[in-house]
């Protein structure tokens, strides 16, 4: 079945440090990719995506990859903040008839120090 | 425009009963998913459905069921509540049953004394 693997946390950077999260996945077919980010005592909000090979996602300086031949979609950030600080989740969906499933890795808890 | 909308906020029950939680989707989205978030991990898949139909469901055991009502809204079922049932829940929308992206709602809290 599919899966997501992320690299395991914590992850503590200083202020306008050069982030990099691992993700990589397996599943059948041709997935589309996410990352999500979670603040404390909130829900998910869709941070970028994509959808096909080589497709770049990118969304407030982060981005992310579709990388089909490692199967990979490392999320990246030149410079972070304060205020990135949250948990980054990784996550594909098969589409089709299992499109309303995604799949999540378990999460990568960034802190970001001034 | 409103976004996803989830009841209650938090909710403590004890071993053995029942709970509800209610799922509201953004306007106009006719397919809902629910998770289960235990602490540390991602979320879990626990159904999907769609104009009142399962579409899908995750490896969670008969104690946990759902339905949509006919305005799209939708209840997660769960009985004879278990410690390990404590998790956030959270609810997720999206246009279509065929559309990958989803929309998620903030979550209720449970937890299970």
């Known amino acids: 079945g599919d899966s997501v693997t992320q690299m395991e946390g914590p992850v503590t950077l200083s202020e306008e440090a050069f982030l990099t999260i691992n993700c990589t996945y397996t599943?059948?077919?041709?997935?589309?990719l996410f990352w999500y980010v979670q603040y404390p005592g909130e829900g998910l909000q869709l941070l970028l995506k994509a959808t096909k090979a080589d497709d770049k996602g990118s969304n407030k300086g982060f981005e992310a990859t579709y990388r089909k031949e490692t199967t990979s979609f490392h999320l990246e950030k030149g410079s972070v903040q304060v205020s990135d600080s949250a948990v980054y989740f990784c996550?594909?969906?098969?589409?089709?008839?299992?499109?309303?499933?995604?799949?999540f890795g378990d999460g990568t808890t960034l802190t970001v120090k001034p | 425009d409103a976004g996803v909308t989830q009841s209650p906020t938090h909710l403590i029950k004890t071993r053995g009963q029942h709970v509800t939680l209610r799922c509201s989707p953004i306007s106009g989205h006719k397919s809902v998913s629910w998770y289960q978030q235990v602490l540390g991990q991602g979320p879990q898949f626990i159904f999907q459905?769609?104009?009142?139909?399962?579409?899908g469901r995750g490896n969670f055991p008969d104690r946990f069921s759902a339905r949509q009502f006919p305005n799209y809204s939708s209840e997660l079922n769960v009985n004879a509540l278990l410690l390990g049932d404590s998790a956030l829940y959270l609810c997720a929308s999206s246009p279509s049953w065929s559309y990958n992206e989803q929309f998620f709602g903030p979550g209720t809290r449970l937890t299970v004394l």
């Open positions: 459905y769609y104009e009142k139909e399962e579409r």
């Open positions: 599943a059948t077919g041709y997935p589309s």
């Open positions: 996550a594909l969906s098969s589409g089709g008839t299992n499109a309303g499933k995604s799949t």
